[in-house]
Each structure stands twice: as structure tokens, then as C-alpha cells.
T-cell receptor, first 112, second 115 residues
Framework: DQQVKQNSPSLSVQEGRISILNCDYT??????FLWYKKYPAEGPTFLIS?????DKNEDGRFTVFLNKSAKHLSLHIVPSQPGDSAVYFC???????????FGKGTRLSVIA | KAGVTQTPRYLIKTRGQQVTLSCSPI?????VSWYQQTPGQGLQFLFE???????NKGNFPGRFSGRQFSNSRSEMNVSTLELGDSALYLC??????????????FGQGTRLTVV
């Protein structure tokens, strides 16, 4: 039972344009959402997060939007740069002391 | 400050063998979590330790086990290896009891190939 779903395995975007990565979840008890970025041969690194009490969080070129009624969140990268090419994982935290639940990841390729 | 260190980085084992992977967390971090990453399944939670106690366990068979030492270093063991165990095994450390926040830091992983 995949509680966090990233339905697009891959995405290609031209340099300078907007990248939009999507994530859907099924568990309404998730209270915190995170995006991680992973380069080949490296571990995932934290990118940006959002609490369930907010609908938007911005950090430089990265913005995460949360739509609780639709159980959907998205990560916007503007403008996209070749160095953004990586696998992006959406993760959610159930309430309480329970581990993060990750999606399967979306591979972003930013083409120069 | 040194990051999370996982050893070895790469490993090739034969079906039926057993393997032990090691994780040294960031100094001062007492929580260590283990994840399995495969191309089709993303990151799947294996187990989590805090102060030498297993706090959470994922949905993996009993062939997968782990432990944490008093210095917070952790090992995971997989016995009777199967081809499907081939994956990248990632360790994350956190200062808090559960590595479910922005304070979880991942190591580079151990790439296990079972032949």
C-alpha cells in the first residue's frame, strides 16, 4: 500500500524553465512533508519541507505547495538549472514518533 | 563535523551468504535509521534505533536485522541473501528519537549486489 505516490518516474525540463514535481498521499494523518534530492552515488539530502498547517513554503528557487483537501503537494523549481538534475523524493511524516514514508522518486533532467 | 559514514561502499555477495553493513552516525546523533532503495520501490524503511533500542521496524522479513552500539554506531545484517536483496542500503542519523524531520542526514549508502 503506497501511502506516498510520485506518479511520474521522470521529467525533462529545459534550463531556465519551471520544473514541477508532484506527489500524492493517502494518509490524512501526515503532519509534515519533506522533499529530498539525490544525486547518483550519494545519499539523499534534505531540500525543503512544509507543515500541514501551511499551504506554501518558499526557499530561494524552490517552493513547495500543499493542497490538503486534494492530498497533493508539489515542488516548483524556478528557474531550473542543469545542477538540479537528480532524483527527487517526496516524504511524509505520520503523526507521532514514526519514521518518514517516502515516495518512489522522480528523476528530473534539466537540459541545457 | 563529519557526516554519516557507511561502510563498505560496494559489496558483491553470492545467494545464500550473509552480509553485515555498518553505519557511523554524525557525532552526537543517537538515532540511526536504515532504508533500502531499489529502482522500482524507492526508499523503504527497514528499522530505526535510538540509544541501542529498536524503536520502529519496517515490513521486511526476519532475515533483515540490526543493532546499535553504545557509541551509536549501527550495523544491519542480512542472512541467506536473495537476488532481490540487491539494492542501495542507506543509513540516516538524527539527534532526535525519530529521524522524521529535517534533522535526518543520510550517508552515501552501501551498494549491495547479490549474484
Amino acid at each position: 500500500d503506497q501511502q506516498v505516490k510520485q506518479n511520474s518516474p521522470s521529467l525533462s525540463v529545459q534550463e531556465g524553465r519551471i520544473s514541477i514535481l508532484n506527489c500524492d498521499y493517502t494518509n490524512s494523518m501526515f503532519d509534515y512533508f519533506l522533499w529530498y534530492k539525490k544525486y547518483p552515488a550519494e545519499g539523499p539530502t534534505f531540500l525543503i519541507s512544509i507543515s500541514s498547517i501551511k499551504d506554501k513554503n518558499e526557499d530561494g528557487r524552490f517552493t513547495v505547495f500543499l493542497n490538503k483537501s486534494a492530498k497533493h503537494l508539489s515542488l516548483h523549481i524556478v528557474p531550473s538549472q542543469p545542477g538540479d538534475s537528480a532524483v527527487y523524493f517526496c516524504a511524509a511524516r505520520p503523526s507521532g514518533n514514526t519514521p518518514l514514508v517516502f515516495g518512489k522518486g522522480t528523476r528530473l533532467s534539466v537540459i541545457a | 563535523k563529519a557526516g554519516v559514514t557507511q561502510t563498505p561502499r560496494y559489496l558483491i555477495k553470492t545467494r545464500g551468504q550473509q552480509v553485515t553493513l555498518s553505519c557511523s552516525p554524525i557525532s552526537g546523533h543517537r538515532s540511526v535509521s536504515w532504508y533500502q532503495q531499489t529502482p522500482g520501490q524507492g526508499l523503504q524503511f527497514l528499522f530505526e534505533y535510538f540509544s541501542e533500542t529498536q524503536r520502529n521496524k519496517g515490513n521486511f522479513p526476519g532475515r533483515f536485522s540490526g543493532r546499535q552500539f553504545s557509541n551509536s554506531r549501527s550495523e544491519m545484517n542480512v542472512s541467506t541473501l536473495e537476488l532481490g536483496d540487491s539494492a542501495l542500503y542507506l543509513c540516516a542519523s538524527s539527534p532526535r528519537m525519530t529521524a522524521s524531520s529535517t534533522e535526518a542526514f543520510f550517508g552515501q549508502g552501501t551498494r549491495l549486489t547479490v549474484v
